[in-house]
């Protein structure tokens, strides 16, 4: 029983010198990761990121909207005009491409 306290006492002194040189490195320790993160910071490609962000959210905007959207429908009206005047014909009587539900 009496090594207990021996076991105690050699615990308590490697907890008191590991937190003695932690503390003692401390200053250097976050000197370094604060100089990392300015260093990652200044090297990151902010504006780039921005850019690719920006030019996706377009696309994909522009995309949707003349393949879904109204975009779709102008495109198709103008070549339905070009069309009727140029040949005289009409694109929603072709039948061409697409088989109409009936």
């Not at 010198?17 to 200053?27: E, P, V």
């Not at 490609?45 to 030019?55: I, L, T």
């Not at 949707?64 to 070009?82: M, T």
């Amino acid at each position: 029983m009496d090594q207990y306290p021996l076991i105690k006492i050699e615990i308590d002194q490697m907890k008191h010198t590991i937190l003695h040189h932690f503390n003692s490195y401390q200053k250097n320790i976050s000197d370094y990761v604060k100089e990392q993160i300015e260093s990652a910071v200044k090297n990151y490609d902010f504006e780039g990121e921005v850019k690719q962000a920006v030019y996706q959210v377009i696309s994909r905007s522009l995309e949707d909207y003349f393949k879904w959207g109204d975009g779709n429908k102008l495109i198709s009206n103008a070549l339905n005009e070009a069309l009727s005047k140029a040949f005289n014909i009409n694109i929603d009587e072709l039948d061409l491409f697409i088989k109409k539900p009936k």
